[in-house]
């Protein structure tokens, strides 16, 4: 969707049917190249296999690139939570640790995707799985009180009642010592303004997501809602939070600020309707000026093609979105 390259504080503590699968639709890593795979074979890296487990057809996948060498990444396909977890221990002992990730829960369970990269202190990354508002605070507090920071945060739709949302998080060691707060997820207005305040305390967006959930059970509606991980240390120079839209229009909000030599923090992608994608991310001036990439959400098979494509053209995944086409009846 936008590609484009170069030319030459204090801390807040706050206590569709799914059925039909895309059975082609599986990664590994074989030489540094993300291959596709029928779902009847393994997946392997490094020489661990680990079962291939199929895909919701309703699932779409948006991902963040950026110049650097995503050989040695991997990308993994959408799993159930407990073959994430497993799967994520597998790779752990193989030193590598999640840099992002995106929860989506569907109506066979929640799915999680997961990017993962040679991390010098793997074993210092520690994770909470879709937990509610108060578990993920007094997590980040204890967390934070022993040197932690966030390095990646997601929502899902909470199991029995869909107007809530379950946080998931990625916590590591060396990524500072400063404030950090981390926002409960709220609508767009709320959002934004508390953006700026952060913004004027000194702080940075180091982590964004975005979900669309029930706002009106007799009508149907949705709405959608946003949180954010700032953090001290991050920089002095601009940061703009791109207002959510389709492709067209974010398209044009973040060329304006890439050409102005800004860069993204985070991209993701929800919908509200169920079929149209909608799209926000961050800008920032303190990240240097090499090429990206964001991709328009597309079914696993594509994004996993585009993956392989990008890796080859010497770029790496650094943000990953995932939600479901809640319209899809198959």
Request: hydrophobic fraction near 40%; charge should be positive.
């Amino acid at each position: 969707m936008a590609d484009a390259r170069p030319k030459a504080a204090p801390r807040e503590t706050l206590a569709a049917r799914e059925t039909q699968v895309d059975r082609r639709a599986f990664l590994k890593t074989a030489g540094g190249v993300a291959l596709a795979l029928p779902a009847a074979l393994a997946w392997m890296q490094n020489g661990v296999e680990l079962q291939a487990a199929p895909v919701p057809k309703a699932l779409r996948f948006a991902g963040l690139w950026r110049s650097g060498d995503g050989s040695r990444q991997v990308l993994t396909p959408p799993l159930l939570m407990q073959d994430y977890i497993a799967r994520r221990r597998a790779l752990a002992d193989q030193g590598l640790a999640a840099r992002t990730m995106a929860v989506c829960r569907t109506v066979s369970g929640e799915y999680y995707v997961g990017v993962f990269e040679p991390t010098p202190e793997h074993r210092s990354v520690t994770h909470l799985m879709a937990g509610t508002w108060e578990q993920f605070a007094a997590r980040d507090k204890e967390l934070f009180d022993t040197g932690y920071r966030v390095s990646d945060i997601a929502l899902s739709i909470a199991p029995k009642d869909a107007r809530q949302v379950r946080y998931t998080a990625i916590w590591r060691k060396g990524l500072g010592t400063g404030a950090q707060w981390t926002t409960p997820a709220r609508e767009w207005g709320a959002f934004a303004a508390d953006a700026k305040v952060k913004f004027d305390q000194g702080l940075r967006l180091a982590a964004l997501d975005a979900i669309n959930v029930l706002a009106d059970v007799q009508k149907g509606t949705q709405k959608a809602l946003f949180t954010g991980t700032w953090r001290s240390g991050l920089g002095t120079g601009a940061l703009y939070v791109i207002p959510p839209g389709d492709g067209p229009a974010y398209h044009d909000q973040y060329m304006k600020h890439f050409n102005n030599g800004l860069r993204s923090v985070a991209f993701r992608a929800f919908t509200l309707n169920g079929q149209t994608p909608i799209y926000t991310g961050v800008v920032s001036g303190d990240i240097g000026q090499g090429g990206e990439r964001s991709g328009v959400a597309q079914p696993w098979d594509a994004f996993a093609a585009e993956h392989a494509s990008r890796v080859k053209d010497g770029m790496r995944l650094v943000d990953v979105a995932m939600y479901r086409e809640f319209t899809i009846i198959d």
